[in-house]
């Protein structure tokens, strides 16, 4: 294609400085012409569609209407890093010059180039992903909620809170996700659309029926809320089950339905109600991208789009084949594929061949072990879902390329953190050397896991006499490092959100106080993409909604810490919910552009235990009140950028998840009860089923540890690790020294570089390691660089397609694979699937130094602190 126009084409390998930008190469004079199209195609990763539908706009309008605009986005992009910065540079060189007004006649092409480029914003999103998969039109008439489309949600919502509630205690665990839900409610919904007659009634004029006509994108996409609500268990449960057993803290009345119900309930109500709150933040804005949903719009647009463009693909040949037979081929490839790592031969998942060749020596395990290595190894899995850990799609989460991060940042943090964790380890510090490399256990003075009741009175709280008498908790230098960074991420993460997105959250909060005016016109600042235009047209979800769910959700959670002897104060519901406030729009931001997501888990268990020291319990709720309430928040507002995305009506999404949160509260509620009062020696070693809940002595530990003992013990001053308390200043600097070496400099590789990024990979150990990480950087380049540079319309029809079959793929067969071969114990002995465990890289992993029999390592007895 190629339109009218012409246009000088600046240097985009040399950006244009803010302050003295030269004007010789965007005046008339300049020698250098190209077609305006090509260009800004190659700049925005635009196809000529389009490039077309933005033509029609960018006639319409004059010099005054683009300035305004142009500055809106230079504002909001300006440190964006998922933005061209070619582009930047020459809205820079376009606001930045004063006689383009006083005579627009001898910058007429960089004018037109300016409104075609304007005209992209407003009438699509910025970013090539958003493009690649979300239709940036809509039909008001589509139905959504309705009967069928509801019937097959809460039946998803019940099926998927039944099971993931019954196994979560099981080891291994089974998880049923909700894109299992989305693939299924396809074929429901058309078998709605066959069989059910065309029967209703008329309420307040709008008139519902079993049949509506075809089963509609949307009603799929209703589906999949209310599913994305359902599959995640209720964290409180972990609390319920250590304060119920008698060999944890041994309080019965955890059994009362009312109490679990009423803290269980609130923490995901509060959850709720912030993202609601939050949306002006990390939902509506265009520079919200959510990486993460992209996929599941990619599937639900595949079952639903009629559209089949030829594309030119990689490999020489044009590419016709349509997404939903690309879909179905690729699925039923990664179905009989998974089988091998998962089942068959589950050395092609821990592919640790390097440390095959000597299992048993130190050093080589060390170095390239899989299971309890630093994983270096050039190519350490062939299983897809290997790479999918920690939701690292590589198809997914966006690259380090022309206009994009993320994971080649975290390769980078990691690659930063194996090197401290080796020196650490080989120079024993901190008595690291008696301890695997690389676990996220805690360990006594012998080497072996610590033994948290050693350290607490018959009431569950701390005893000094005891501890002096035990042994202090020691950490492996994998963990210690993955505390540093923690201490580093959060304080990078205020800083890195006031550096470079402060315009952006004031614009959320001036939105948020003009939409609680009470006044009949309100205006929302900044501009609005496409998708916010289109979305304006359904009546919003109130803000006063989201407060009343709060409030109520609040009162729920200080009953319940107050009406049972908890020992509890309600002040953990509301500094929980402070420290939740402070960090949700910093966090939601950063996972809404990078598609990584920063926990406050350990911030959490730092500051909840440093202030409610040896009380564990305390520490829980605080735990909860805290970092669960802001994770919620997150995966909410997750869903509401799919509801934004695919033009569901938000007061429709709000009963979605309302409605999918009690209903699935209460389900897990009831299983929770079923599994405390009719399994037999449930959560012990006896147990049936393998229902030996792992996951809840892991949870045991960690409140004993840091509630009951306390951080005050292990970080405070004198203590063995007040040195990790570094990686506080450490995080805050950071961030200010990346954004004024990348002020003053002109590489365009400095714009790439995302602080917080280099940190989250950085904590990505215990037990996870290089092994996990490494395999998506070549797989990501080979997506987010190469094709999506060179074949832009290959990359954007069948990139998040191939992610969403493959993780559909493998969610069936993983169902499958437990339910017909693991539940009943049928397994494969042969070596294929016994080497993984060999030498160091079995359950005893090999140690750099040992203690003799009767002796221990560390501080003496008694001399603890």
């Not at 729920?556 to 402070?578: D, H, K, P, R």
């Not at 735990?623 to 309430?629: E, H, Q």
Request: aromatic share 16%; with cysteine.
């Amino acid at each position: 294609m190629s339109l009218p126009i012409q246009a000088e084409e600046p240097v985009a390998s040399d950006p244009v400085d803010e302050k003295s930008a030269p004007m010789s190469e965007y005046s008339p004079n300049s020698e250098i012409e190209v077609s305006l199209s090509a260009q800004v195609e190659s700049d925005l990763n635009v196809t000529e569609d389009d490039l077309v539908e933005a033509h029609e706009l960018a006639v319409k309008w004059t010099l005054d209407d683009i300035r305004p605009l142009m500055q809106k986005v230079l504002t909001i992009h300006e440190h964006d890093p998922n933005f061209p910065l070619s582009i930047i540079d020459r809205i820079k060189a376009f606001l930045g010059n004063d006689d383009i007004a006083e005579n627009p006649e001898q910058y007429a092409v960089l004018i037109e180039e300016m409104k075609l480029e304007a005209a992209l914003i407003t009438v699509n999103s910025p970013y090539a992903e958003v493009r690649a998969v979300v239709d940036n039109h809509d039909d008001e008439s589509t139905p959504c909620g309705t009967i069928r489309a509801w019937a097959i949600g809460i039946w998803f919502v019940v099926i998927l809170a039944f099971i993931n509630q019954l196994f979560s205690i099981r080891q291994p665990a089974i998880t049923v996700q909700a894109n299992v839900a989305q693939l299924l409610a396809y074929p429901f919904g058309k078998a709605c659309e066959k069989f059910l007659p065309d029967v209703g009634f008329t309420l307040w004029g709008v008139r519902h029926s079993l049949n509506p006509g075809p089963f509609s994108r949307k009603e799929q996409m209703l589906v999949t809320i209310l599913a994305n609500v359902a599959w995640n268990t209720p964290y409180t449960n972990n609390i319920i089950w250590v304060q119920y057993l008698s060999f944890y803290f041994n309080q019965h009345y955890a059994g009362q339905f009312l109490y679990q119900i009423l803290i269980s309930l609130a923490t995901n109500f509060i959850g709720y109600g912030l993202a609601g709150l939050a949306r002006r933040f990390i939902v509506y804005p265009s520079y919200c991208i959510w990486p993460a949903s992209l996929v599941t719009v990619a599937l639900n647009s595949t079952f639903h789009s009629d559209r089949n463009t030829p594309v030119q693909s990689p490999w020489g040949s044009v590419f016709k084949i349509s997404q939903l037979r690309f879909f179905a081929i690729a699925f039923v490839g990664m179905f009989v594929y998974f089988w091998f790592p998962q089942y068959i031969f589950t050395a092609l998942s821990m592919f640790s061949w390097m440390s095959w060749i000597a299992p048993n020596n130190l050093n080589l395990s060390t170095i390239t072990g899989f299971n309890n290595g630093l994983g270096i190894n050039p190519w350490p899995t062939w299983d897809w879902n290997t790479m999918l850990f920690d939701a690292t799609d590589p198809l997914v989460v966006p690259f380090f390329s022309a206009n994009i991060i993320t994971t080649f940042n975290k390769f980078i943090g990691a690659c930063i953190s194996c090197i401290v964790i080796a020196v650490l380890w080989y120079t024993n510090a901190n008595y690291t050397g008696y301890l695997p490399i690389n676990s996220n256990r805690v360990y006594d003075n012998k080497g072996a896991l610590y033994n948290v009741s050693r350290t607490v009175d018959s009431e569950g709280l701390f005893s000094a006499t005891e501890y002096q008498a035990y042994s202090f908790p020691f950490l492996s230098s994998g963990n210690l490092v993955v505390y540093l960074f923690f201490f580093a991420i959060y304080s990078a993460t205020i800083s890195y959100a006031y550096l470079y997105h402060r315009h952006e959250i004031a614009m959320g909060f001036r939105n948020l106080f003009n939409s609680l005016r009470r006044t009949s016109k309100k205006t929302e600042a900044g501009y609005d993409d496409i998708h916010n235009q289109l979305m304006s047209r359904y009546a919003d979800a109130p803000d006063w909604w989201y407060l009343v769910v709060i409030g109520v959700a609040v009162a729920m959670g200080c009953i319940g810490v107050t009406a049972w002897e908890t020992n509890t104060t309600v002040s953990v519901v509301f500094l929980g919910l402070i420290l939740c406030a402070v960090f949700l729009v910093p966090v939601g931001i950063i996972k809404a552009m990078t598609g990584i997501e920063v926990t406050l888990n350990a911030l959490i268990e730092f500051v909840g235990g440093t202030w409610v020291n040896g009380n564990a319990l305390a520490m829980n709720f605080f735990k909860c009140f805290g970092y669960v309430t802001c994770a919620h928040a997150i995966w909410f507002s997750n869903d509401l950028k799919l509801a934004h995305y695919a033009k569901i009506p938000p007061r429709q999404t709000f009963a979605a998840q309302m409605i999918g949160t009690v209903l699935s509260t209460f389900i897990c509620i009831g299983v929770l009860n079923f599994q405390m009062t009719k399994i037999p020696e449930v959560c012990t070693a006896d147990a049936p089923y393998r229902f030996t809940c792992p996951h809840i002595n892991t949870f045991f530990t960690a409140s004993v540890l840091w509630g009951t003992i306390g951080p005050v013990r292990v970080f405070g001053s004198g203590g063995m690790y007040t040195w990790l308390l570094a990686g506080f200043p450490i995080g805050f600097v950071v961030p200010i020294i990346f954004y004024y070496i990348s002020k003053r400099s002109k590489r365009t590789w400095m714009r790439q570089i995302h602080p917080v990024a280099l940190f989250y990979g950085a904590v990505m150990w215990c037990p996870y390691n290089i092994s996990y990480i490494w395999p998506a950087v070549p797989i990501g380049w080979y997506s987010w660089v190469y094709l999506k540079r060179h074949y832009l319309s290959f990359w954007s029809k069948y990139n998040f397609v191939l992610s969403a079959s493959f993780s559909s793929a493998i969610a069936i067969a993983a169902i499958l694979i437990f339910f017909c071969l693991q539940l009943p114990e049928v397994e494969l002995n042969w070596w294929g699937n016994n080497i993984v465990e060999a030498g160091c890289e079995g359950k005893d992993p090999c140690v750099l130094a040992t203690v003799s029999d009767g002796e221990y390592f560390g501080p003496r007895i008694g001399q603890f602190h």
